[in-house]
């Protein structure tokens, strides 16, 4: 069956400083990859996507990064701001036409 | 509309009552997914229709969970006999295609269930 993890249930950043969100897949058939953040009581957003034909993909801020080798995916997210305090989920699409949803992982972000 | 809109966005009802749920989804988009998320969890897929076929029911967790699209638009989840364990927040997304490899849901922002 598909799952989706991630490493870190809570990760506290300092203002300014680099944050890094981990996440493992275990569907080797899956094509497509997206980040999405959920702020307190609001649905989850999109953040960035990525293909499995890439490596590495850039946003505003953000950088996802795809190993294909050993099925992880993480987010970069550069000069974190208090506005990037919410939980991230990572999540990909396999042979089912729908997204698999990991469990989440809470940034915190210290002004 | 701009957005995938959810109504109610709280509901609070007596154990074994029926509720419905509506989501009205971005004009144009094919697919609608219904997701489930438990305090603290990840999400839980439960249904989703692609146009005109027939819906992919498999993350349904008991019959008293049933949806319908009508139209190719607006979505009802619709949970009978409601129970404590039915408390969460519902989460409805609708995007270009559900073809494999396609595209990232944009979300509602829920529908807060609470049984008591």
């Known amino acids: 069956g598909e799952s989706v993890g991630l490493h870190l249930p809570t990760l506290s950043v300092q203002e300014g400083d680099n944050s890094i969100i981990n996440c493992a897949y275990s569907?080797?058939?899956?094509?497509?990859f997206i980040w999405y953040k959920q702020e307190s009581g609001k649905g989850p957003q999109f953040i960035i996507d990525?293909?499995?034909?890439?490596d590495k993909r850039q946003g505003q801020r953000v950088t996802v990064l795809l190993n294909k080798t050993v099925k992880h995916l993480s987010l970069q997210i550069a000069a974190t701001q208090p506005g990037d305090s919410a939980v991230y989920f990572c999540?990909?699409?396999?042979?089912?036409?729908?997204?698999?949803f990991g469990k989440g992982n809470q940034v915190v972000v210290i002004p | 509309g701009a957005g995938v809109s959810q109504s109610p966005s709280n509901k609070v009802t007596e154990k074994g009552k029926d509720v419905e749920l509506r989501c009205d989804p971005i004009?144009?988009?094919?697919?609608l997914y219904w997701y489930r998320q438990s305090l603290g969890q990840g999400l839980e897929f439960l249904i989703y229709?692609?146009?005109?076929?027939?819906?992919?029911k498999s993350g349904l967790p008991s019959d008293r969970f049933s949806a319908e699209r009508t139209g190719g638009s607006v979505s009802t989840l619709t949970i009978q006999r409601t129970q404590q364990e039915d408390s969460a927040v519902y989460l409805c997304a609708s995007s270009l295609s559900s073809r494999q490899g396609g595209y990232g849901y944009t979300f509602g922002s829920g529908t807060r269930l609470t049984v008591v």
């Open positions: 990525i293909r499995s034909n890439m």
């Open positions: 229709f692609q146009g005109n076929s027939a819906p992919d």
């Open positions: 999540a990909e699409t396999g042979g089912n036409n729908r997204l698999a």
């Open positions: 004009s144009g988009h094919t697919a």
């Open positions: 569907n080797s058939a899956s094509d497509y």
